[in-house]
C-alpha cells in the first residue's frame, strides 16, 4: 500500500468515521487524482484522491455547489478535507455514457446531456471563472506539436509548416474568441458522463471550469475522443442545439450563419490539445491506454480539409500522423 492510500485509509476512519469498509481503485483520469470506492457502513462512495502539490479540490468544491443549486446532478460531497486533498462523493455507479452509447439509446442520452448543457450555459455564473483567454488556448494547441509530434513521433515542422500551423493556431483562437462567452466544464464527455437513476446524466470532472467559447462543450460532447458519428448526424445535433440556446437566450438568431463554423473550428482546437494529452500520458506519465484514441481524435480534423481550405494544411498534417501511427 503507496503511503498516501494509507494516508486516505486514516483519513477514512478518522475523518468521516468509517469502521469496517473495503477500499478498491474506482478509475484515474487525465491528471493526478485517483479514484476509489468505499463500501461499508451499510452503502457505497467515491473517494477523490487530489494531492495536493499538484491539485487543488477547491474548484471542484465551489462548482459543484453552483450545479448542484442549478438542478443539475453532479456528486454530493459527503465530506471534504481539502488540506490533505480528500474527498468523499456520493457514488454514481460504473456505467459511463460511453457503456451504453448506441443506435437505440443515442438520442435519448445525447438529448438528456445537450439539455443539462443548456442549463449550464444559460444559468452558469462564469463570473468567478478563469477566463479561456488567448494565451491558453495557444498552450493547449502546442501541446500538438511538442508531445505527439515532437516528444513521442520525434517529427520536427518545417520552417514553411510552422508558419502554416501558426497561421491556422491564429484562426482558431480569432473564431474562438469571437463567440458568445459561458461556463464552460471542458471535458463534457461520454467518459465523464455518468448513467444514473433518475436526472441524468451524473456529470463529474467539472473543476477545470471556464469562462469560454460557447461551442467547446458541445464538441466535447458530439465530436467525442472516444465514439464517433457520422457527419451529417452530428450537423443535425448542433442545429438542433442551437434551437435550445437561442430558445434559452444563450444564442440569438444572427448567430445561426456562423454557429456550425464556430463548432467545426473549436473542434480542431480542441481536437490539437487532446491529442497532444494522449501523447503526454504516454510519453511522460507511462499511461499508453489513450493513445489508440489519437486517430479518430485527429480524424475529425483531417476530415474537414475540403470543407475548410483554410484549415487544409493542418488537416494534411494531421493525416500524415494518422497514417504514422496506423499504417
Known amino acids: 500500500m503507496t503511503e498516501r492510500l494509507s494516508e486516505l485509509n486514516r483519513w477514512l476512519s478518522d475523518g468521516p468515521g468509517f469502521k469496517d469498509f473495503l477500499i478498491t481503485p474506482a478509475s484515474s483520469d487525465a491528471s493526478f487524482r485517483s479514484y476509489y470506492r468505499i463500501e461499508g457502513d451499510g452503502g457505497s462512495w467515491i473517494a477523490m484522491d487530489a494531492p495536493p502539490e499538484k491539485e487543488n479540490c477547491g474548484p471542484f468544491v465551489t462548482i459543484a455547489g453552483q450545479l448542484s443549486a ?3 446532478h453532479v456528486p454530493d460531497i459527503i465530506a471534504s478535507d481539502q488540506e490533505k486533498g480528500f474527498l ?3 457514488d454514481f455507479g460504473s456505467i459511463h455514457y460511453l457503456d451504453e452509447l448506441n443506435e437505440g439509446t443515442v438520442e435519448r ?3 438528456d446531456a445537450l439539455a443539462a448543457l443548456a442549463v449550464i450555459q444559460a444559468c452558469g455564473d462564469r463570473s468567478v471563472l478563469p477566463v479561456y483567454d488567448k494565451r491558453m488556448l495557444m498552450r493547449e494547441m502546442g501541446l500538438f506539436e511538442e ?6 513521433l520525434g517529427l520536427q515542422l518545417s520552417d514553411s509548416e510552422r508558419q502554416m500551423v501558426e497561421s491556422v493556431f491564429e484562426l482558431l ?5 469571437e463567440q458568445p462567452q459561458v461556463c464552460v466544464l471542458r471535458d463534457y464527455h461520454s467518459r465523464n458522463l455518468m ?3 433518475s436526472n441524468n446524466p451524473g456529470i ?3 473543476q477545470d471550469a471556464v469562462s469560454g467559447p460557447v461551442t467547446y462543450d458541445l464538441v466535447s460532447l458530439l465530436k467525442d475522443c472516444y465514439i464517433g458519428w457520422p457527419r451529417e448526424r452530428v450537423k443535425r445535433w448542433v442545429g438542433g442545439y442551437f434551437e435550445l440556446a437561442r430558445q434559452s437566450g444563450i444564442l440569438r438568431e444572427e448567430h445561426e450563419d456562423r454557429f456550425l463554423r464556430w463548432f467545426d473550428l473549436m473542434g480542431v482546437q480542441r481536437h490539437l490539445k487532446a491529442a497532444g494529452i494522449f501523447a503526454r500520458l504516454k510519453v511522460r506519465d507511462g499511461k499508453p491506454g489513450y493513445l489508440g484514441d489519437i486517430p479518430r481524435t485527429l480524424g475529425y480534423i483531417s476530415d474537414l480539409e475540403q470543407e475548410y481550405p483554410e484549415v487544409g494544411g493542418l488537416a494534411a498534417l494531421c493525416q500524415r500522423v494518422i497514417d504514422k501511427l496506423d499504417p
Open 70 to 72: 442549478l438542478g443539475l
Open 88 to 90: 468523499l462523493l456520493e
Open 109 to 111: 442520452l445525447y438529448g
Open 147 to 152: 508531445w505527439l509530434l515532437g516528444r513521442y
Open 173 to 177: 483562437v480569432k473564431s474562438a474568441l
Open 195 to 197: 448513467i444514473t437513476r
Open 204 to 206: 463529474l470532472d467539472f
